[in-house]
């Protein structure tokens, strides 16, 4: 097996998933904002140290994103944070994208931009201790939306990222984020979600991405935020495998949901749900945002006395996680810890 396929395969596998910690600058103040911390380079250093350099995550936590102010900060006992991290058996990852743009001519749409120069930036990423890359396409439902312009224009630029990934020994994490706000339906879920996945992976194949070389990040099937009838666990993890099963080559080793907004809990009773229904070809985990950090988040608070709770909680919903790749998530995890 070559190195990328193994790379692949350890960020799935069993019982682990990924900390999607490559919080933009932007996005993280908005997090620091609703805790009232100022979004200092000190205190965005401190609040992933604290996340790092928790003990124990490594049983559940295959590798961690990393933004690139962060790739290149230390633990506070100096050790540069991928060094840190690959000291546990933790795989340092990278966001590569420079983030969703509107779409030109495409009223509500995004694409993602950061292809020019990507290649030396690939190289100097690796230098730095990356294995692994992300790039996050985001596409909206709305009246008329998606359109295949928006579909195909993203899908081309993932792909475009992912060919130069391989190339330059990254393993190209692809994230197309269906998103779910709105007032639609569980069925439009599937249908944009469907859509999107076969256009992503006829662009993959037209760029000659080998599939046992990436790991898929999607939404997972549901109803929109607003939607008046939310489907129930089962009906999520149901359509989604359904979805899935039709649409990603089972050359592909794993499949790592973002929680893109759902509750931490509902983000891991659904991947519970579906790890307990099984029959995929592939791995099927997490690489969570806030469904990781809203608890530790809120824990810490920006206080160095909080380290230890905010650590705590971030062990637990790791856990939590944990035991969803295997379907053996339970509500009584959740008191047990309380
Ligand atoms: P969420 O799980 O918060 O959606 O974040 C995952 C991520 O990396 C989005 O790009």
Redesign the pocket.
């Known amino acids: 097996m070559g190195e990328l396929e193994q790379i692949a395969k350890a960020m799935v596998a069993p019982g682990k998933g990924i900390l ?1 910690a ?1 919080e933009s600058s932007p996005t993280i103040k908005k997090r620091f904002d609703s805790i009232n911390v100022e979004s200092t380079e000190e205190a965005r250093r401190g609040y992933r140290d604290m996340l790092f350099t928790t003990a124990g995550a490594e049983e559940h936590v295959s590798g961690v ?1 990393l933004f690139d102010e962060t790739i290149r900060q230390n633990s506070a006992d100096g050790t540069p944070f991928p060094k840190l991290l690959e000291s546990k058996g933790i795989l340092p990852g990278i ?1 590569v994208d420079a983030g969703a743009k509107d779409l030109p001519g495409a009223p509500g749409e995004k694409v993602t931009e950061g292809l020019d120069g990507l290649r030396d930036r690939v190289k100097e990423y690796h230098g730095l201790g990356a294995r692994f890359a ?1 790039w ?1 396409a985001v596409i909206n439902i709305g009246d008329g939306i998606p359109s295949d312009y928006c579909l195909d224009a993203n899908a081309h630029a993932l792909a475009r990222y992912a060919a130069l990934c391989v190339e330059g020994g990254l393993v190209p994490i692809v ?1 197309p ?1 269906v998103i779910m706000d709105g007032s639609h339906s569980l069925e439009t879920c599937y249908e944009v979600t469907a859509r999107t996945l076969q256009k992503v992976f006829t662009a993959l194949y037209e760029q000659r991405v080998p599939c046992e070389q990436m790991i898929l ?1 999607p939404n997972m099937v549901i109803s929109g935020s607003d939607c008046s009838t939310q489907a129930s666990v089962t009906q999520v993890a149901e359509a989604t495998l359904h979805c899935f099963h039709r649409s990603v080559p089972a050359a592909v080793p794993g499949i790592v949901f ?4 759902q509750s931490d809990k509902a ?1 891991t009773a659904h991947l519970s749900e579906m790890n307990k229904l099984g029959g995929g070809p592939w791995e099927l985990s997490f ?7 809203a608890a530790p988040l809120k824990a810490w608070g920006g206080k160095s006395e909080n380290l230890a709770a905010a650590q705590k909680a971030y062990l637990h919903r790791a856990r939590c996680n944990g035991a969803a790749r295997s379907g053996s998530y339970s509500a009584e995890m959740e008191s047990q810890a309380a």
Not at 258 to 261: E, K
Not at 287 to 293: K, N, V
């Open positions: 999607a490559d994103i966001k992300k996050r994230e984020e990040k973002l929680s893109g907004g983000a690489s969570y945002g806030r469904a990781l950090q």
